[in-house]
């Protein structure tokens, strides 16, 4: 049989090569047309932003593998079949990665970069005082795959730590708020915000003006997650108000982010091109290629997105 690799980003070779080392009883097929010649041969696509409705002709399809930990870009495909899986990439290097991201970010605010940046940029020297890290509250949006590994990778520094999730449960690094009736709650508890949600109806535009009035003045927030979750013009506004003291974004509405784009230019933001954690073709092909060693063994294969969740 076949693997499909549908994905307009760079380092296809790359991959390709990553998958048929792993994979090498399989023809690694590449690009929509390939797929389209072969529809009958293609027992699973490996996907970044699939052209919508591709997927839908490939009859022999068994599952869709994200080259990613996100689904957001798949499930833009209204076409994209019900009755096969949807996986998303669980892949230890990409957690590590994200995980460090969260920490050096945690870090420049709970240690004022940003307005030291300012200062710079102005040759002024003033020195501000600073809270204890046990006194500056650190909420994580989302408490999966990346959210616990950043919740481990700070625990050691002292930070009280928060996390916003959809269901309770017991958690032995800091303080569970489920369900959106906390999600306020869990704001005013939070002097730093980083979001590692996935994006989904329920998520979209959380981030919101709504949002940030409910946090401490003088919050930072940091998203890691997916553009869709800043409202930017709100998050522009509470800035330039003082309310929302810094951010730092990773990932935007549209990547690139356009060179006209507000954001690039405001003080305190600080901007890294979805680069928080990057898939590594090496890590992730051994990742994808031992779910669909699993299925094909007729076992579960790990990171099912549920359709209904959407993620
Ligand atoms: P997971 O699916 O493992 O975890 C998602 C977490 O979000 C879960 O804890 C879940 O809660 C929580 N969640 C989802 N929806 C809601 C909601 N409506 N209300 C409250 N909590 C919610 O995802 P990962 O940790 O693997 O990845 C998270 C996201 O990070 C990805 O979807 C992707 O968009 C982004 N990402 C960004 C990268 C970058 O380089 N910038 C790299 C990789 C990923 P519960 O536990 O209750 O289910
Ligand atoms: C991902 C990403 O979802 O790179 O893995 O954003």
Partial sequence: MAILFLSEADKTDEWAGALARELPDDEV???PEAGLARAADIDFAVVWY???GLCAKLPALRAVLSLGAGVDHALLDPDLPRHVPLVRLIDPALTEQMAEWVVMNVLRHHRLMPAYAEQQARAYWKRHDI???SA?????????ELGRAAAKALA????PLAAWVTKSRKWELGEIFAGPDSLG????????VVCLLPLTSATRGILSADAFARMPRGAAIINGARGGHVVAADLIAALDRGQISAATLDVFEREPLPADDPLWR???ITITPHAAAITLAETAAREIASNIRRLRRGE???GIVSRDREY
């Fill in 185 to 192: 709650t869990f704001f005013a508890h939070s002097d730093i």
């Fill in 131 to 133: 809270p204890r890290a």
């Fill in 300 to 302: 579960a294969m790990v």
């Fill in 136 to 144: 500056r509250r650190v909420g994580i949006m989302g408490l999966g």
């Fill in 266 to 268: 405001h003080p305190r």
């Fill in 156 to 159: 050691p520094f002292g930070f």
């Fill in 50 to 52: 699939p052209p919508p």
């Fill in 29 to 31: 097929l590449i690009g």
